[in-house]
Structure formats: structure tokens, C-alpha cells
């Protein structure tokens, strides 16, 4: 009789136990519901405070953990027509479309089809003679050395808003032949290098990049609402308008006039970017782990140096935490597509505006998802002590960075100051005798005592690179007989584009292109004398005139606009 309550009783545990653990995770899921629920009211009450329903806004999708979706459209996609933004609208993907790129010849590599580390040569055997030191490889991971278009559309007056194809695009690259660095020696950002890519694939396949990308990308993937803009014959596929804001007021660029593609121009929703961002998660795509490819760092530079950059993506710790994202910009669009892939997240951001920043936005949704994630670290704290007076004062005079521009190094009373080119003053902070710091910004400088005690090189540190700065010699005043040397007319032949110097009121006045002022609000401006030929030109930083063998003025550089370094133009005779 006992054996059979025994049995009896252990006939309803093994019958209670299934139900129980049923119970339990119905009420986990129910729990993880709740918090996903409050999660993305949080998302979504921080999107309307940043978007807007009356502004051109955009649409953002989220994906955590397999089972948690987020996907909301906000602001409008037309002003005018008081168009709603949707989740079906289409934005232009800018830069966010070079990932598509870089997936396109991965899949040409497993085929089969090319090598990455062939020489571009190989298959564009009509670029300059470059061609045979830089990989495919180089031009995915930014480190060929070319130069990049939008910025040399800049510098040569060329304007965003006239009408520009690829075969424009490519005509620029084989002009401009001159690049920034070795290859393999630096990261230098290049879209140049992008549209190059798209040639080869078109060039392998046989296919025009558009064909590629919808057969082995688009319709596989079931992206039903994908395409490459790369022809005026499309403009009846666009669903939305890009914005501006001049004066608080939104103003729609013209139609989308460029027709590039490789490095931009992928047009595409929200819903797409999320199923792609699933296949992704699921690794169910035609490339076998290609989260685990793109978010790891496999290659270094001549020197050593890890790059950072993979394919179509840039990996980044934030705040203890790998992000493996890339992030898009043209003409009134905005995008963000971003992996976190040991949380199992993936967010996308697509905007049709300029004014908001969309990697704000896309930091404040990741703080909210992965709040228990976060890992703050705090600012190293530098401990301050007194230096003498006297030894402050061996310190003060001119030092020269390797772009010619000047570190005015004063004393006042008990404190060593620096005055830079645009008459800010900074107080310098001593953690040791002869290293300063300062608070105002991030940067640090060490003084180097020889044995006689005098100061001939500060080496300054900023960005995690160090500068070495020599003692300038006294610089002389620029005389009238001077200006007339500097004054002229500055010529790039490859972009044919003239950059007068002019004496206007005893003053030497740069005017750069309409584009410049145009776009980055740079027009005409006094250019001022640093002594040994070197200029600063404001926010197009130092300027360097050259000399030829009889001391004549040759040519002025642009020594660094970014992605187009040591622009060159020759002076007129």
C-alpha cells in the first residue's frame, strides 16, 4: 500500500514537473516582455524628444536577443506634403553602403573569382602607376593611400548638387593621381577607393554593380525594397526628401543629382536593414560567419599598427562594450548600422536630415538596451605639482610642429601658458619638472632639457600621437616687398581650379572655391605668417608655400584637409 502512494506520488511530480517548468519560463518571457516593454518606451519617448513629428525625422530598428524587435518610423518624409515617415520609406544609405560593397567581393573571393590581396591593377589596368602597389584589400580597409573624391569635389569647385556619374567619379580618381601616403603605411578614408571597388566587381562579374548587387545580394536576401541609385531614370523610386536646416529653417536639397555607386547611393528601408541585420545575427547568409569576419581585427599596417577597420565596418570599444558599426553622411541623409556581437543587439538608425546627430542618438539607445553593460571609466586623474619659476621660464618661447604651426609658450608669474595661432591662452598643468597637461583639452607636452639646461624640442601629445616640436628661430615680420612674393594666382591643372592670393589693405587674403564656402562655410580669409613660408589659413589649418632653386616662389600646399593631404597648386607666371 505504501509502494503504491510512493508511486503515486512520484506519477504526479513527473507530471507537475513539465507544467512547473512551463510556468516558469512562461513567466520569465513574461518578465523579459515587460522589461523589453519599458526598454523601448524609454526609445521611443528619447526618439520623439530628439526627432520630432513635424521636422524631417527617419526611421530606427532594433534587434536584441532574437525574440526583441523595435521598429518605429518618426518626423516626415516630406515637408511640403506633410508626408509621414514609414517604415517602408527609403533613405539613401550613404556610406553605410560600402559594407554592401565589401560583403559583394567577399562573395566574389569564395568564388573564386579574385584574390584581395590582388593588385587593383589587374582589373583596372588604365589607373595611374599605383595601381600595382595597392590590393583590393587596401581599398576596402582605407588604406591605399588615394585620396577621396568628395573632397577633391571640394577643393576643385566642383559642386555636390550638379549632376555626377560614375564614370565622372572614376575620371576624377585617374586625374588626381597623387596620394596622401604609401600604401599600407595609414588609415586615410577614401571614397575614391570604394568606387574602385564597385569597378572591379563590375569588371569581374561581367554584371553593372546595380545587376550584382539585386542577384546576389538584394533578392537572396529577400531585401524587397534595396536598390543602387545610380541613374536619373530612378528617380521615381525615391520615397522621401533629404533636408537641411538654414536659420531654423528646413530646406530640401535639390534632386538627388549624384549617380555613384560603391561607396554610396544604396537606397533602401528600415525593414530590409532589419532583415539583413537578422540574417546577419542568424548567420544565415551566403558568407559562413561573417559577423564573427567583420567584427574582428585581422590586419595591420607596415608598422605595426592594428586597423581597426574591416569590411564595410569600423570595430570600437564603447564603454566596455565591442561595437562593430559604420555610419553614413551625404546630402540630407544620415545612418547608422551597428552590431554589438557579444550582446546578440543590432541597431539601425536612417534619417533624412542633417540635424540630428545620429551617433548620439545611437550611443543613448545602446545605454538604454545594454545599461548593465555599461562600464564607465573614469578620466585618469592627474596629479598637479609646483615647478620654480625659474626653471617655468627655460621653458617659454616658440616651438614648431611638423605642419609649420607655432606653440607660444609664455610665463606668467607661477604658471606656464600657451597661446595658440587664433590668441586662445591655455594654462599648463605640471604632473613632473619638465611634462604638462592640460584641462581645458586633451593634450600633454614634455620639454626636453639638454645638458647645458636649455629647451630645444617640446614633443606634444594629442590623439595618442606624439609631435615632435623644434625651437623656431625669431620670426621676422612680413614686409610689403614680402606680400608681393606670397601674392598670385595658385593653379591645379588636374581639377582646374585657381585659388587667388591677393593684397587687399596691407593684409594677404586666400579665396578658396565657392565650394568651400558653399558647404563648410570657408570663403575668403587673411592667411597669416608664421615665418619659413608657412601660413595659417584658419579652418583649412596650414598652408606651405614652396620654393624652386632660385628662391622664387613655386607652388602653395594645402598641407591637410582631411582626406586629401598636400594639395598642391603651382603659382602662375
Given amino acids: ?37 519599458i526598454i523601448t518606451e524609454k526609445i521611443d519617448s528619447l526618439l520623439k524628444s530628439k526627432i520630432g513629428t513635424n521636422t524631417p525625422g527617419g526611421s530606427v530598428g532594433i534587434l536584441y536577443k532574437n525574440d526583441h ?9 516630406d515637408i511640403e506634403n ?64 588615394l585620396t577621396s573624391t568628395d573632397v577633391l569635389q571640394l577643393l576643385g569647385n566642383i559642386n555636390f548638387e550638379s549632376t555626377w556619374n560614375q564614370e565622372d567619379e572614376i575620371k576624377l580618381i585617374r586625374s588626381y593621381s597623387k596620394l596622401n601616403s604609401p600604401p599600407n603605411t595609414a588609415f586615410s578614408y577614401s571614397n575614391s577607393g570604394y568606387s574602385l571597388l564597385a569597378e572591379i ?9 546595380a545587376d550584382f548587387m539585386e542577384t546576389y545580394v538584394f533578392s537572396p536576401l529577400s531585401l524587397k525594397s534595396s536598390f543602387v541609385f545610380h541613374s536619373p531614370n530612378q528617380m521615381e523610386k525615391l520615397t522621401t526628401k533629404a533636408y537641411k536646416k538654414v536659420k531654423n529653417k528646413f530646406i530640401t536639397y535639390n534632386e538627388e543629382s549624384n549617380y555613384t555607386y560603391g561607396a554610396s547611393n544604396i537606397f533602401t528601408n528600415i525593414t530590409d536593414m532589419l532583415t539583413w541585420g537578422k540574417h546577419i545575427l542568424a548567420n544565415d547568409i551566403s558568407y559562413d560567419n561573417y559577423l564573427s569576419k567583420i567584427s574582428n581585427t585581422y590586419n595591420t599596417l607596415i608598422d605595426g599598427d592594428t586597423i581597426k577597420y574591416t569590411y564595410g565596418f569600423n570595430i570600437k570599444n564603447y564603454k566596455g562594450i565591442k561595437q562593430v558599426r559604420h555610419s553614413g553622411g551625404t546630402l540630407g541623409f544620415r545612418s547608422q548600422f551597428a552590431f554589438y556581437p557579444e550582446n546578440d543587439l543590432c541597431i539601425v538608425i536612417l534619417l533624412n536630415t542633417e540635424s540630428t546627430n545620429s551617433y548620439s542618438l545611437l550611443n543613448r539607445i545602446c545605454d538604454i538596451i545594454l545599461s548593465d553593460k555599461i562600464v564607465e571609466t573614469a578620466t585618469k586623474k592627474r596629479k598637479e605639482i609646483k615647478v620654480d619659476r625659474k626653471l617655468l ?41 619638465n611634462f604638462f597637461f592640460l584641462k581645458a583639452f586633451d593634450a600633454q607636452c614634455e620639454f626636453k632639457l639638454s645638458p647645458n639646461e636649455k629647451v630645444e624640442e617640446v614633443i606634444w601629445k594629442q590623439g595618442g600621437v606624439n609631435y615632435p616640436c623644434l625651437k623656431a628661430d625669431k620670426i621676422e615680420e612680413l614686409t610689403p616687398e614680402m606680400q608681393k612674393e606670397f601674392a598670385g594666382n595658385y593653379i591645379n591643372k588636374e581639377l582646374n581650379v585657381t585659388y587667388p592670393v591677393k593684397i587687399v589693405n596691407n593684409k594677404l587674403i586666400l579665396s578658396p572655391p565657392q565650394t568651400l564656402k558653399t558647404y563648410l562655410n570657408i570663403g575668403e580669409m587673411e592667411i597669416k605668417y608664421f615665418g619659413e613660408d608657412y601660413f595659417s589659413a584658419g579652418r583649412l589649418d596650414m598652408l606651405k ?21 598636400n594639395f598642391t597648386l603651382t603659382k602662375e607666371n
Fill in 1 to 37: 500500500m505504501k509502494s503504491k502512494q510512493i508511486l503515486k506520488s512520484f506519477s504526479i511530480l513527473f507530471i507537475c514537473m513539465p507544467l512547473m517548468a512551463f510556468a516558469f519560463n512562461n513567466q520569465k518571457n513574461k518578465k523579459n516582455k515587460n522589461n523589453w516593454n
Fill in 69 to 77: 524587435t523595435f521598429q518605429k518610423a518618426y518626423g516626415l518624409s
Fill in 82 to 145: 506633410q508626408k509621414q515617415n514609414t517604415n517602408q520609406t527609403q533613405f539613401n544609405l550613404a556610406s553605410v553602403s560600402k559594407h554592401f560593397t565589401a560583403y559583394a567581393l567577399l562573395l566574389l573571393e569564395k568564388d573564386g573569382k579574385l584574390q584581395l590581396d590582388d593588385p587593383i591593377g589587374k582589373y583596372l589596368p588604365y589607373l595611374p602607376k599605383y595601381k600595382n602597389e595597392i590590393t583590393i584589400r587596401n581599398l576596402i580597409q582605407h588604406t591605399s593611400g
Fill in 201 to 209: 566587381i563590375e569588371n569581374v562579374s561581367k554584371m553593372h554593380y
Fill in 393 to 433: 621660464q627655460t621653458y617659454v618661447g616658440k616651438f614648431r610642429l611638423p605642419n609649420g604651426l607655432l606653440l607660444d609658450f609664455k610665463c606668467d608669474n607661477d604658471t606656464l601658458k600657451l597661446k595658440l595661432p587664433d590668441d586662445n591662452v591655455f594654462n599648463l598643468h605640471a604632473e613632473s619638472n
Fill in 545 to 565: 608655400f614652396e620654393r624652386n632653386e632660385n628662391g622664387s616662389i613655386k607652388s602653395l600646399v594645402i598641407q591637410d584637409v582631411g582626406r586629401v593631404k
